[in-house]
Each structure stands twice: as structure tokens, then as C-alpha cells.
């Protein structure tokens, strides 16, 4: 054993430099407070929010009226009819064509000021947000949402830390996280049933950490931690909880029902685990049908791989954020074979969605000075990006746009630094 | 800025090296931990009446919690640990330390940089992580065990 004493280690850490940007950061910060920032802030940043709002509707005007202008676009493949490769033929990624931007059509949004989306979840006739409590130890609100109008028609109270919301059928269920565990939560360890037309609390389920949900018609599968390196995957109904499996490894991640390392495509929910060692860490991926079975290994990816896990037929994708030189990447795992190929290179990727045949992406823009957002798509096949991209309003604080989901017609997503809810059409 | 502004303002200061050190233990990158420390310094100063100790513990919670916030995403391993680790000049030992940091689950470093960075007591330590004080001493214990095991391997493979 290695002879190195605690004093050392502690030194070692506590007096390493910090580098050129820590120490801008750091200088950003003390300017800040100097200036008596912290005081006067929310003032500025209402009005930073109205600007933006501000903004999104002169792009909507603009849109609309460049939509009229321009070209109907090729028509997509249908959903499900992509041709499928097999994994040796998956090509290396390819380079996408120069693009050019288009107008973001903005269909419909909804503002939510000073709460922000920690979950969101899309029904055929409603949009679910769940929303953390505005200061910390706060019970959280879950929004109904009109999805013509994007107008909000109910709320109920949930618990403070909402990690994942699933809806189906007659139900919406609410898993409630424990926060960072500084203090207890409202709610917190519990996964709450839902009537989705009345708000009446159904059942209540006990479940350590809950961390990712899928909602059947009667039934609820929920992906939770039951130690610090082991999860369990459980079904609820009728007020019960049978356990499924217990695996090792952690569903991390975005805290979204659709944005987590949780996915669900035809009769199968795919669980991505982070497994964490001290030599690194892998997502290993399992497949399970979501009202309870079997479990079985798919792949394995290395940890570079952010598990915000999205699929369609055959594939799993996942995405890389931050790899080297600032490039992040995509995978797609075949899920019959388990074969994993890198698919795409290219700007932070952030939130993933199958929609009509192709793979929807916001990243962010690859202009250092330039915090936007943007959405493109992808051949899910070639991985080649589409020679158009949508610019997102985002706000102040950057890295909440990860909030993708098809609806309908087009994708609902959460931008504007996580409070504004938007409903966009793609054409 | 009025008198109690300032005050708070250089208190503010005075801890802030300490919240980023810790923010950035988190895997934050240093372009938002900036802002994590700004959204702190609001929240603290709104909450500035239920302050109850020393200024820097109380600030340095707040700060982790600001950084944890679910609206935060994508906490990855760190890379100014690493970034750090080619940066220092004080030895092969310490230079070692620091580059296999970054390889410590995200609580192991979280503990040594709330012990190390903000230098909390062990109390300070347990209250901010929503631990008991033993299992932040087994926790910090654990880090720092972790870090020889790694130290070993790496000089396994380096000799090999």
C-alpha cells in the first residue's frame, strides 16, 4: 500500500491552483457580488425573462411568416419504416452538409416565470409538467397542460424534489426524489397515482429514491435506488409494489421521465445503469417489459455516454456531451446484437427524440460565445445531420433545454433556461 | 449599496473561493459554476435571516445545494481536476493525487473538498451532505483510502 499520509492527500487537494477559467468564474462571481448583484437581481432577470418572451414572439411572427414564404419540405420517412442496418454496415459518422438556419415555428408556449421543469411527460390529450417548489424544501406543483393551446388547466401539489412523470390511461403517476438529502422533502421517497382528470390522489407508494417511471394503463413501472450503487426496478398497481430485479449500478441523469437512461419503445423499457468505480464508470443497459418480467443485459457503453436514452424500433441512442476538443457524439446500440457504433460528431448534444423517422437533437451551438440552443435532426441510419437547423430561446441559465418530446404534431420542450415550455412545429 | 449590502457583499467574498472549489467538485463546469455561485449569493442574501452560525458553512450549503438543484444537469466527472493536475508543480506525489482525483465517485470528492476546500468541520461536513458526523468521517476515511488504491495501481501499471 501506498505510503502517503491524510495530511498529504488534504494538502494535495486543498491547495491546488485553480485554472485560467475557475479563476475567471471565480472573478465573474466576486464582480458580481462587489457590485451588489445579489440584491438586485431578480429585478434584472424578470425583465431578461420578458425580453426572451419578448423575443420568442417576434420569432413566431417572423416564422409564420417565412413559413408561408418558403417551400414545402421533403416529406419524412413514417415512423417504424426506416431500413435497418446490420451492425457491421454501420457506417463510421459522416460529415453533414453546411447548414443554414430556419425560422423555429413556435406553435404554441407557456411561460412559468419562476418555476422550472423538472419533469415533463406528453398524453394524447394533455402535457405534464412536474415542477420543483421555488425554494429549496418546497412542495413541488404538477401543471396539466391543454396541448392545442399550451394553456394550463389544472395543477396539484407533489412532492419537492420530482424526479420523473409518466402518464397512460386514467392515471398520472409522480416519482418524488429526495433532493441532495440535505433536508427532508415533502414527499420525498414516494411515488404518487394520480387521477389525471380530477387530481385525486389514488395510492401513494413508499419507494426509496425513485428515479425513472413508465406508466402503463393500470400499472407503473419505477426505476429507484435502493443503496448509493444498486437500483431496483419495481411495478406498481392497486396500491402495491412487486419488486423486479435489483441491479447494479445507478440511473443517473436528467431527472426526466424521457430524458433519463430510461426509454421505452413497443414492449420493452430500457434501463441504462451507470456503474461507478474508482477506476471509472460504464452504463450498462437492460431491457425489461414495463409491466414486469424478465430483465435482460443489452450493452455496455462507456460512461462518456450521458444516460439520456432515447429509441425506436431496433436502437438505442445515447449521447456524449462533452468529449474531446469540445466535441460530443452519439452511439447507437443495436439492440438485437447489442453491437455499439458511434452515429454523429459534433456540438454538445443535450436532449434526444424519435420522431418520424429521424433522431432529434438540441445541442449547443458550437460558437464559443454563443449559449444558444439549437434543434437539428439526423438520418438515424447514416447519421447524417439535416442541412437545416432551429436556433432555441434559451435563458439565463444554460444546460435546462434537455426536455424533448414528440407530441402530436412537432416535439414539446422546455427552453429558456428551463421555465418555458414550447410547442414546436418541424414540418 | 447600502451598509448592510456591503457587509453581506464582503462576507460574500471573503467564502466564495471556498463554494466555487466545492461546486466544481460536483463536476460543474466553470462557465456555469459561475453562474451556480451567483444564483447562491441570491438565495443567501433572501434568506440571509435564517442564518444561524458561521457565515462561510452556511453560505458553502447553500452554494451546494444551488449546484444540485435538479434543474442542473449533466454533473459529469470533473475535468478541472484533471486540468488541475497538469497545473501543479508541487511534487510527483501531489501532481499523482490530482490527476487521479477525478476517478473517486462524485461523493468521495465531494467530502474531501468540503473538508479540504471549504475546510467545514466534520459536523459542517455531515449537515451540508445530509449525512451523520460518522458517516462523513467513514466517508472522508473512504476517499482518501481510494486514493492510495489508486495511487498503487497506477504505479503497478507504470511499472509493469
Not at chain 2, 49 to 54: K, T
Not at chain 2, 74 to 82: A, C, G, N
Amino acid at each position: 500500500m501506498t505510503v502517503i499520509d491524510d495530511a498529504d492527500i488534504d494538502i494535495a487537494v486543498s491547495d491546488r491552483p485553480l485554472t485560467q477559467p475557475e479563476l475567471e468564474a471565480l472573478s465573474n462571481a466576486r464582480s458580481f457580488m462587489e457590485r451588489g448583484g445579489f440584491a438586485t437581481e431578480r429585478q434584472s432577470r424578470s425583465l431578461a425573462i420578458e425580453l426572451l418572451a419578448g423575443g420568442a414572439v417576434a420569432v413566431l411572427v417572423i416564422g409564420l411568416i417565412l413559413a408561408l414564404l418558403r417551400p414545402m419540405p421533403a416529406r419524412p420517412l413514417p415512423a417504424g419504416s426506416r431500413p435497418t442496418a446490420s451492425p457491421t454496415a454501420t457506417p463510421e459518422p459522416s460529415s453533414s452538409p453546411t447548414q443554414t438556419t430556419v425560422p423555429l415555428d413556435i406553435v404554441a408556449q407557456l411561460n412559468l416565470g419562476s418555476h422550472y421543469v423538472n419533469a415533463m411527460a406528453v398524453s394524447p390529450d394533455a402535457v405534464w409538467l412536474a415542477i420543483q417548489g421555488v425554494n429549496y424544501g418546497d412542495a413541488g406543483t404538477l401543471i396539466r397542460v391543454n396541448p392545442k393551446t399550451a394553456r394550463k388547466t389544472a395543477s396539484w401539489t407533489i412532492g419537492g424534489d420530482p424526479a420523473a412523470v409518466a402518464a397512460a390511461g386514467s392515471f398520472v403517476w409522480v416519482a418524488n426524489g429526495i433532493g441532495d438529502g440535505s433536508e427532508v422533502l415533502p414527499e420525498q421517497n414516494t411515488v404518487e397515482q394520480f387521477n389525471a382528470a380530477t387530481g385525486a390522489l389514488v395510492h401513494l407508494y413508499r419507494v426509496n429514491d425513485p428515479r425513472g417511471l413508465v406508466a402503463n394503463l393500470d400499472s407503473a413501472l419505477v426505476v429507484s435506488a435502493s443503496t448509493q450503487e444498486q437500483t431496483a426496478i419495481s411495478v406498481l398497481a392497486g396500491g402495491s409494489s412487486q419488486a423486479i430485479a435489483s441491479l447494479s449500478g445507478v440511473l443517473q441523469g436528467t431527472s426526466t421521465s424521457a430524458q433519463s437512461g430510461l426509454a421505452v419503445c413497443g414492449h420493452q423499457a430500457y434501463v441504462a445503469l451507470t456503474i461507478s468505480l474508482t477506476t471509472g464508470a460504464n452504463a450498462k443497459i437492460y431491457s425489461v417489459p414495463p409491466t414486469g418480467g424478465a430483465v435482460r443485459g443489452i450493452a455496455t457503453v462507456p460512461a462518456d455516454y450521458a444516460p439520456a436514452m432515447v429509441c425506436d424500433g431496433t436502437s438505442l441512442y445515447l449521447p456524449a456531451p462533452f468529449g474531446k476538443a469540445g466535441q460530443g457524439s452519439l452511439v447507437r446500440v443495436d439492440v438485437p446484437t447489442g453491437a455499439v457504433t458511434t452515429l454523429w460528431q459534433g456540438p454538445a448534444p443535450q436532449a434526444l427524440a424519435v420522431a418520424a423517422g429521424r433522431l432529434w437533437i438540441t445541442s449547443f451551438a458550437d460558437i464559443p460565445t454563443d449559449e444558444s440552443v439549437f434543434l437539428s435532426s439526423l438520418d438515424p441510419v447514416t447519421g447524417v445531420e439535416s442541412s437545416t437547423r432551429r436556433f432555441l430561446p434559451a435563458g439565463p441559465n444554460r444546460g435546462d433545454p434537455d426536455l424533448l418530446i414528440p407530441g402530436a404534431s412537432g416535439f414539446w420542450t422546455v427552453a429558456g433556461g428551463g421555465n418555458l415550455l414550447l410547442h414546436i412545429a418541424v414540418g | 449599496m447600502n451598509d448592510d449590502e456591503a457587509a453581506f457583499s464582503a462576507a460574500l467574498i471573503a467564502a466564495s473561493e471556498a463554494a466555487l472549489r466545492v461546486i466544481l467538485s460536483l463536476g460543474i463546469a466553470p462557465g456555469e459554476a459561475d453562474d451556480v455561485l451567483q444564483d447562491a449569493s441570491i438565495r443567501a442574501w433572501r434568506h440571509r435571516e435564517q442564518r444561524r452560525g458561521d457565515f462561510r458553512p452556511w453560505f458553502v450549503s447553500i452554494a451546494y445545494r444551488e449546484a444540485r438543484r435538479p434543474r442542473r444537469r449533466w454533473l459529469t466527472i470533473p475535468t478541472f481536476w484533471s486540468a488541475r493536475a497538469q497545473a501543479t508543480e508541487s511534487g510527483e506525489q501531489m501532481h499523482e493525487v490530482l490527476r487521479l482525483l477525478p476517478s473517486l465517485p462524485m461523493r468521495q470528492r465531494l467530502v474531501l473538498s468540503l473538508r479540504c476546500d471549504a475546510e467545514l468541520s466534520t459536523k459542517e461536513t455531515a449537515d451540508i451532505m445530509g449525512i451523520s458526523e460518522p458517516a462523513a468521517k467513514q466517508l472522508l476515511a473512504r476517499a482518501r483510502e481510494s486514493l492510495r488504491r489508486a495511487l498503487d495501481r497506477s504505479r503497478a501499471e507504470a511499472a509493469s
